[in-house]
């Protein structure tokens, strides 16, 4: 019984520690219709089974059935919000934190969220 509430505990800890932001699109087919692609929210086409990665840092897979999209931004928490403050590098999906009085200095983090 202790094995099973352990892993029980380490199971919902994960969970609580992946909880990526994600978007549905259902793929809509109609009868007859053989199209093997997706298309997304701009009008996009996209093969089944193909990734990429859009403009608003998300990553998207197509499926027969959907276009399941995730972001790919972490956001830091944990640091020192009175002397730090996060800056968004859109370049590259991700946030970096710096000390307000002098931006060339970085501050710890010790938490982040998806």
């Given at each position: 019984?202790?094995?099973?509430?352990?892993?029980?505990?380490?199971?919902?800890?994960?969970?609580?520690?992946?909880?990526?932001?994600?978007?549905?699109?259902?793929?809509?087919?109609?009868?007859?219709?053989?199209?093997?692609?997706?298309?997304?929210?701009?009008?996009?086409?996209?093969p089944i089974n193909s990734k990429w990665q859009t403009d608003n840092c998300e990553r998207c897979s197509c499926y027969e059935?959907?276009?399941?999209?995730?972001?790919?931004?972490?956001?830091?928490?944990?640091?020192?919000?009175?002397?730090?403050?996060?800056?968004?590098?859109?370049?590259?999906?991700?946030?970096?934190?710096?000390?307000?009085?002098?931006?060339?200095?970085?501050?710890?983090?010790?938490?982040?969220?998806?």
């Open positions: 019984m202790n094995v099973l509430l352990g892993g029980f505990v380490i199971f919902a800890t994960f969970v609580t520690l992946c909880n990526a932001s994600c978007f549905f699109i259902p793929n809509e087919r109609f009868p007859g219709d053989s199209t093997r692609e997706c298309t997304d929210l701009k009008g996009n086409k996209h059935t959907e276009i399941i999209c995730c972001t790919l931004i972490a956001t830091p928490v944990g640091y020192d919000k009175k002397r730090c403050q996060r800056i968004f590098k859109k370049e590259d999906c991700k946030y970096i934190v710096v000390e307000k009085k002098d931006s060339k200095k970085t501050c710890p983090i010790d938490q982040w969220i998806l």
